[in-house]
């Protein structure tokens, strides 16, 4: 029994590397999110709700629980909205955000759930 839960322990760890690396093969391309949004009940320590990094012209978001649905807004530093999207959410989801058409500058990313918790992180472009 000791030996089953030490392997779903290391298969769980396993997956969540996978997919942070599916997600960026480069750690300083991680948008770093703070804030008070809270996963579901079964929720990791380990493991953040929603990891997002910077992957040449788009953002690439990890979903790794099911969130309802989320508001994602991403605005400049003048405070002007340049990207927002509601998607229902779901354990393991991948989002692919296209940033192409934004210019150079600093940018604030937020995932807003419909009670007002919030993820956010600072990138630059």
Known sequence: MKRFFLFLLFSCCLS????CYALSNNAADEIDLS??????KTRSLF???????????????GFHFGL???NII?????GSIDYQQSIGTY?????IIDISS???GIYT???????????SGVFEI
């Not at 804030?35 to 579901?40: C, E």
Request: aromatic letters at 8%; glycine letters at 10%; zero cysteines.
């Open 16 to 19: 969540t590397m996978s997919m």
């Open 35 to 40: 804030g008070n949004l809270p996963a579901n």
């Open 47 to 61: 493991e953040p709700a929603i990891e997002a990094f910077i992957a040449g012209q788009s953002i690439e978001v």
């Open 68 to 70: 309802g649905t989320i």
């Open 74 to 78: 991403i605005y400049n530093e003048t």
């Open 91 to 95: 354990a393991g989801q991948n989002l």
């Open 102 to 104: 934004l210019n150079e």
């Open 109 to 119: 990313i937020m995932f807003v759930n419909a009670q007002g918790q919030y993820l």
